[in-house]
């Protein structure tokens, strides 16, 4: 059975920072690309950061590019998200999943950023 699990979310100021995580289990993690996700109240999920998984390739949305490293441990079967420079329009449940599957999502992790 597929699971995702998402862990490192919080309560954080304007330019503060967090590291997420994701666990997963399952399936061959190294042979999937992986990505974050987040989802905003009101709004729908969207894409925010992906990972290759060969070449190590990143990509990023334009609204974190420059402030958020996506990351992967093949043999922990982790995926990280370090995110810098937080702003409030950060605030999201992030979540953890492949563009490559029909897995199922995992609870995410809430990040909030508030002064």
């Known amino acids: 059975q597929v699971q995702l699990v998402e862990s490192g979310g919080g309560l954080v100021q304007p330019g503060g920072s967090l590291r997420l995580s994701c666990a997963a289990s399952g399936f061959t993690f190294s042979g999937y690309p992986m990505s974050w996700y987040r989802q905003a109240p009101g709004k729908e999920r969207e894409l925010v950061a992906s990972v290759s998984a060969f070449e190590n390739r990143r990509n990023y949305a334009d609204s974190v590019k420059g402030r958020f490293t996506i990351s992967r441990d093949n043999a922990k079967k982790s995926l990280y998200l370090e995110m810098n420079s937080l702003k409030p329009e950060d605030t999201a449940v992030y979540y953890c999943?492949?563009?490559?599957?029909?897995?199922?999502w995992g609870q995410g992790t809430q990040v909030t950023v508030s002064s």
């Open positions: 999943n492949t563009i490559v599957a029909s897995f199922h």
